[in-house]
């Protein structure tokens, strides 16, 4: 397994346009989590999945986006309408979480992909 | 819901001095903090990370101290190096890392 791997790298797309991106984690980690970085911010997050269900949304997320796992696997995440303001790049990362019986959470490290970086024209 | 702000946002330190990064957060229940170290046009990589039932973490050249009362936590590099430059992201999660929160980051150079 070679990581995280993310597709496309690049998308520049008309504004209006719809546009999808797709995220296909490490094998094993059954949580995916898709953020947003724009240029000299650190990554905002978006959504996650634990295995096919999506958890939790943030309010960043406008009814313009939508983030699927079908099978638990591989995730998309789709924009559509695009504006010149979703320009940015998405990363999508993935961990593997399991409960601890001290009631702390044992929070796997999140590994990133590479991102895919959109423009909107 | 969590509010992370990390300072500086830039930092210039010279071959072989200490680098001092701070984050303040706001969630009392957060109780995960990695350390992720992004190198210019690459992905987020974890450096270090502390969960809340220890004070102080150490690996190598690397730290990282938290204060629970305070809600602050701050990445400690001594010895600093050329190749540690780079853009430096603090981060807290409450039970579950269901929403980790990001600092905006700090630049780091350090200079030969």
């Known amino acids: 397994d070679t990581g995280v791997s993310q597709n496309p790298r690049h998308k520049i797309t008309k504004r209006g346009q719809n546009v999808t991106f797709r995220c296909d984690p490490i094998s094993e980690h059954n949580r995916l989590y898709w953020y947003r970085q724009t240029l000299g911010q650190g990554p905002e997050f978006l959504t996650y999945f634990q295995n096919e269900a999506q958890l939790e949304k943030s309010r960043l997320l406008s009814d313009r986006f939508s983030a699927e796992r079908p099978k638990g696997s591989f995730s998309t995440l789709e924009i559509q309408r695009t504006e010149q303001g979703d320009s940015a790049m998405y990363l999508c990362?993935?961990?593997?979480?399991?409960?601890?019986?001290?009631?702390?959470?044992?929070?796997?490290?999140?590994?990133f992909g590479e991102g895919s970086r959109l423009t909107v024209l | 819901g969590e509010n992370v702000e990390q300072h500086p946002s830039t930092l210039s330190v010279q071959e072989g001095d200490s680098a001092v990064i701070k984050c303040t957060y706001s969630d009392s229940a957060s109780n995960y903090f990695p350390w992720y170290k992004q190198e210019l046009g690459k992905r987020p990589q974890l450096i270090i990370d502390i969960r809340s039932n220890v004070g102080e973490k150490k690996d190598q050249r690397i730290a990282v101290t938290l204060n629970k009362t305070a809600k602050h936590f701050s990445l400690h590099i001594t010895e600093t190096q050329p190749e540690d430059s780079a853009v430096y992201f603090c981060a807290a999660s409450p039970y579950n890392n269901n929403d980790m929160r990001f600092g905006a980051g700090t630049r780091l150079t350090v200079k030969p």
């Open positions: 990362a993935s961990s593997l979480f399991r409960y601890r019986v001290d009631g702390l959470s044992n929070t796997g490290e999140l590994f």
